[in-house]
């Protein structure tokens, strides 16, 4: 049965049929081969995959970012942190991190922060001689991190699938966010060491303060969700409501919204939601066949055969979820693969919070990985680049979230132990 899902479910993947009607004939396959199909019974589990009140969160996050994307936030931000960073040796570049961290803790989604930073960015990197592949390699890069910093819409599907605190996901997600930055700024810190051509002018101290000033109402953005969370103030789907609602008075107050920017959020919105939500409907019925099929306890039966070590386990599980993650977009993969995958944590005592967020940074990564990476394609479009030579600029980024991958994977108590302190 394990094998009937694989091949059924990647055979209509590899030829073109979209992911959650994959999911839902892959579902069906199965269902038919138990003598187990009822029209009926598949009805009311689609129904049930849209019926949770914690998914509310994400059409109000999606508002956010488009919000963020149309209000002139995205360009405030940006000049804040060319204020602080513009003038140092690669200077185009570490603008990109720091903006794409403080985007990260408005949206929650790496598409839509991809595509605010590369537009504004890219143009002013290639303008300014900076290596194109490269450039938009560290801004595809930058942009991933919106799924592990909260808000993380992956996290949120994470948490219902698998039954774990989304408040924990979120903060469990702060550390890794902060060491991919870090990360970030490390390796392009070494690529660009020489780099004298492109420094930009100094801003003086009054330059910065106006930057700070125009940029201070987003920027609070990011604390009021976490204190919110931390303090018990707000669930994690009224935090998505708080965001939205703060993103809109503050694009209002900047009077960067009109009515047809307001159509264009909303319809955006209501596109990229509905999306999420049928692939998160198709996945329950998928759900449902693994589980009467049985395939998470034989899976418990074949890895129990292989290794009865924690730590190897989950570097076995990380190779397999990187390479899901070069042919399958996060959110699919975490609807698919959770509920196989959560009786082997469990029989391993594995800590399901921590092993989500491992989940997401690995899938991140299949998002900026050929041949399916979405925000590889969103960089490629923005900077007319083939994926080719685009690939070949995001390597050393690549690279690096590899290693912090596996480190994290070998010390789980980088990201167990502040997650629990924060989540108290």
């Given amino acids: 049965m394990i094998w009937l899902f694989l091949i059924s479910l990647f055979t209509l ?3 073109g049929v979209p992911v959650a009607i994959s999911m839902l004939l892959s579902a069906a396959i199965m269902l038919l081969t138990l003598d187990m199909f009822d029209v009926q019974l598949i009805t009311e589990n689609f129904v049930m995959g849209t019926n949770n009140f914690p998914l509310m969160a994400i059409p109000f996050f999606m508002l956010t970012g488009e919000i963020m994307k149309h209000g002139g936030i995205s360009e405030r931000i940006i000049n804040f942190a060319m204020s602080m960073v513009g003038h140092i040796k690669g ?40 290596d194109a592949a490269r450039s938009t390699g560290l801004i595809c890069s930058a942009g991933i991190i919106s799924v592990v910093i909260p808000p993380s819409i992956p996290m949120i599907i994470y948490g219902i699938t698998a039954g774990a605190s989304i408040t924990k996901l979120f903060m469990g997600g702060v550390v890794p966010g902060l060491l991919m930055t870090i990360g970030l700024w490390i390796v392009w810190k070494i690529l660009y060491r020489n780099e004298e051509k492109n420094i930009v002018e100094k801003q003086s101290a009054k330059q910065r303060l106006i930057a700070f000033k125009g940029a201070f109402l987003p920027l609070l953005l990011p604390v009021i969700i976490i204190v919110g969370l931390r303090g018990g103030i707000f669930t994690p789907t009224e935090a998505g409501v708080v965001a939205s609602l703060y993103a809109a008075a503050i694009s209002i107050l900047y009077k960067s919204l009109n009515y047809q920017k307001v159509v264009e959020i909303f319809i955006n919105t209501i596109k990229t939601t509905s999306m999420v939500m049928f692939v998160a409907a198709a996945a329950m019925i998928s759900a449902f066949a693994i589980t009467v099929a049985q395939i998470p306890m034989e899976l418990v039966e074949i890895i129990k055969g292989i290794t009865n070590d924690k730590t190897i386990l989950m ?93 994290l994977a070998l010390f789980p108590e980088i990201i167990i132990t502040p997650m629990n302190w924060l989540s108290r």
Wanted: glycine share 12%; hydrophobic share 65%; proline share 5%.
């Fill in 91 to 130: 200077g185009l570049g570490y603008v990109a991190i720091i903006s794409g961290l403080i985007f990260a803790g408005l949206s929650g989604s790496a598409v839509a922060d991809t595509a605010a930073l590369g537009a504004i960015l890219i143009p002013m990197m290639v303008a300014k001689k900076y």
């Fill in 315 to 407: 570097i076995v599980i990380m190779v397999f979820l990187l390479l899901v993650g070069c042919v399958m977009d996060l959110i699919p993969a975490v609807l698919i693969f959770v509920p196989v995958l959560l009786p082997v944590l469990r029989a391993y005592q594995i800590d399901i919070a921590y092993f989500g967020i491992m989940m997401v940074i690995n899938l991140s990564i299949g998002l900026i990985t050929p041949p399916v990476g979405t925000v590889l394609y969103v960089g490629s479009g923005i900077a007319k680049l083939g994926i080719g030579k685009l690939s070949k600029g995001i390597l050393p980024f690549l690279g690096l979230y590899f290693i912090l991958l596996f480190i």
């Fill in 13 to 15: 993947l590899f030829i």
